[in-house]
């Protein structure tokens, strides 16, 4: 039942163009009001002039509550013409011809964390086959991983076994290098738009997945993300682990805190003009995959309905005079 109603609200306006043209449907009540009125001084100025008990035979037989569907359905064709006029409009979501995702994975020593089970790392592979999943068909996707510095797994592609195979390669290694991360991917990006028009250019947007604040590299995260800005193409960065996560260094064997840094994440994507998100287990992280798969996937778009509301209303119109006609052989 609940789907049902969700898809019939779909197919009501959600914002008019002209919504001042929806006050003309005040008057509308005060013409049903008139008429009601006419119809009553009219039987009451007939009853002055006959017998009652001779009614029936001085006049032909009326139509009864007939005679009121001429108007009626003429008063629905003005509702509906007046509010075709005031231009509705909905807002409708469809997948985005071809959007182009480079993925920017964190595969630094502490993704070898378990407070998000069965690794920091493990979980991301997870997670970023559900936001592959929740892309358009034709979507293509580039995988780049970095620790201290960062590697091109695959270009944008939309061959599903490619993509599959760069997930499958993510290996743990170094420190976390997340503004050169951030550059490797916006080149990674542009190129895969080379040698298409300008119109024709897929969207494209850089999701960054890291559970740490910068420690390597040689660009500021936070200029790199200005020049994500500058080129259009939107930062989405997710920060993955708990405050207590730990993982054992790979070099001196000490458990070694590896708490995410969110406002360092939320910092760049308001720079480059995306969304943040925080995942502190797995099941969250997924959602946020599928959340931004989702958004970057689709678009909305207004969708005009004022030809289906002016086109309702001449139906209705010729509907009263023919009703009109049959019962009085007149046009109302």
Do not use: C
Request: proline share 8%; net charge neutral; hydrophobic share 50%.
């Amino acid at each position: 039942m609940t789907d049902a109603l969700g898809t019939a609200g779909d197919l009501l306006p959600s914002t008019f163009g002209w919504p001042s043209m929806l006050l003309a449907l005040l008057v509308l009540p005060l013409v049903a009001v008139a008429y009601a009125w006419q119809h009553r001084r009219a039987r009451r100025a007939a009853a002055r002039f006959a017998n009652p008990a001779f009614l029936p035979d001085l006049i032909p037989r009326r139509p009864g509550w007939r005679r009121h569907l001429p108007p009626t359905l003429l008063l629905l064709a003005l509702a509906s013409l007046l509010v075709g006029a005031a231009r509705p409009q909905r807002v409708v979501t469809q997948d985005i011809r071809a959007a182009t995702v480079v993925l920017a994975v964190d595969s630094s020593n502490s993704m070898m964390a378990t407070d998000v089970r069965p690794s920091r790392l493990e979980a991301a592979k997870v997670a970023a086959r559900t936001m592959v999943g929740a892309l358009p068909p034709n979507g293509r996707i580039g995988i780049v991983s970095f620790a201290r510095v960062p590697t091109t797994l695959n270009p944008p592609t939309g061959d599903r076994a490619v993509i599959e195979s760069s997930l499958d390669a993510l290996r743990i290694s170094g420190g976390t290098a997340v503004g050169d991360a951030l550059v490797q991917s916006l080149a990674v990006l542009e190129a895969a738009g080379d040698g298409e028009a300008e119109d024709d250019a897929a969207p494209g947007a850089i999701v960054l997945l890291t559970d740490g604040a910068n420690t390597e590299g040689t660009v500021d995260p936070l200029d790199a993300a200005a020049q994500a800005r500058a080129a259009g193409v939107p930062v989405f960065t997710v920060s993955l682990g708990t405050a207590a996560g730990t993982f054992v260094s790979p070099n001196t064997g000490a458990v070694t805190p590896a708490p995410p840094d969110p406002p360092a994440l939320a910092a760049i994507a308001r720079a480059a003009g995306g969304a943040a998100y925080t995942a502190d287990d797995a099941a969250e992280l997924v959602r946020v995959y599928d959340e931004i798969g989702r958004r970057i996937g689709t678009e909305e778009r207004s969708e005009d309905l004022s030809v289906a509301f002016l086109g309702l209303g001449a139906l209705l119109t010729l509907l009263s005079s023919s009703v009109s006609l049959h019962l009085f052989r007149r046009p109302i």
